[in-house]
């Protein structure tokens, strides 16, 4: 009697029915998963490796949207009358020549100011009441001035009206 105690059961007869019943049950979805997990991963593979050589083949391109072409650098100019210089705000407020208002630009110390005619001027060099070109880029809600032209100063334009006594 002994004997049939110390030896483990491995006759299908000596479990129970309920213990068959799921050990078949298991067999038997591994076996109908087994199919079904490897087209999956058959697919994806394929998938992924057709993409690849899709990606080789043909060039991409970005068609930029519209808020990118919006937001882009924006170069203008701006033409109108000189009404102050202010070096220690870096501030220049300038009248439109049509139009009333004033705008205000940002500057640098080291800002180009030229004449009509291509001179060199320095920044406290421009008087107030002197028509000017400022050629500024937009981006965004900032401007940066990168040049300024002096087209016609205050004291030329005092000088002309003067009559000549010849």
């Not at 519209?66 to 924006?74: A, L, Q, V, Y």
């Not at 001179?119 to 107030?128: E, F, Q, R, S």
């Amino acid at each position: 009697m002994s004997r049939f105690l110390t030896r483990p059961c491995t006759d299908i007869r000596h479990r129970s029915e309920r213990g068959l019943k799921e050990i078949i049950t298991a067999r038997i979805q591994f076996r109908l998963a087994l199919p079904a997990l490897a087209a999956i991963l058959a697919t994806l593979a394929l998938s992924g490796y057709a993409t690849a050589q899709q990606q080789e083949q043909e060039p991409t391109y970005r068609i930029p949207t519209k808020s990118k072409i919006e937001g882009g650098s924006n170069r203008q100019a701006f033409t109108g009358k000189l009404e102050s210089v202010d070096l220690k705000m870096k501030l220049l407020n300038v009248n439109p020549i049509e139009g009333e208002g004033t705008e205000i630009f940002p500057i640098r110390k080291s800002l180009q100011v030229e004449t009509a005619d291509g001179g060199k001027m320095k920044l406290t060099d421009l008087l107030v009441g002197s028509e000017i070109i400022i050629y500024y880029e937009q981006k965004g809600g900032k401007r940066t001035v990168k040049k300024v032209v002096l087209l016609g100063s205050a004291a030329e334009k005092a000088k002309k009206k003067k009559p000549s006594s010849s």
